[in-house]
C-alpha cells in the first residue's frame, strides 16, 4: 500500500443490551443501521496505516 505500514484490523461487537428506544420498530425504521446493529453479532474490519506517527483509518 503506497510504501507506508499499513495493516488490517478486525473487531468483534454486538448490541446484547440495548435501550429500550432502540428497540422500537419506527426508530429501527427510521434509523436501518440500529436494526442491522441490533441483529447479531459483527466482525467488520479497518485498514490502518502508520501516518505521521499515528495509526489512522485509511479505509472503512
Known amino acids: 500500500m503506497d510504501g507506508r505500514k499499513s495493516m488490517r484490523v478486525y473487531f468483534t461487537y454486538s448490541v446484547p443490551d440495548a435501550a429500550d428506544w432502540a428497540k422500537r420498530r419506527d426508530v429501527q425504521k427510521a434509523f436501518p443501521v440500529v436494526a442491522t446493529d441490533m441483529s447479531g453479532t459483527f466482525e467488520p474490519h479497518?485498514?490502518?496505516?502508520?501516518?505521521?506517527?499515528?495509526?489512522?483509518?485509511?479505509?472503512r
Do not use: H
Open 46 to 59: 479497518v485498514i490502518v496505516s502508520l501516518i505521521d506517527g499515528r495509526w489512522r483509518v485509511v479505509n
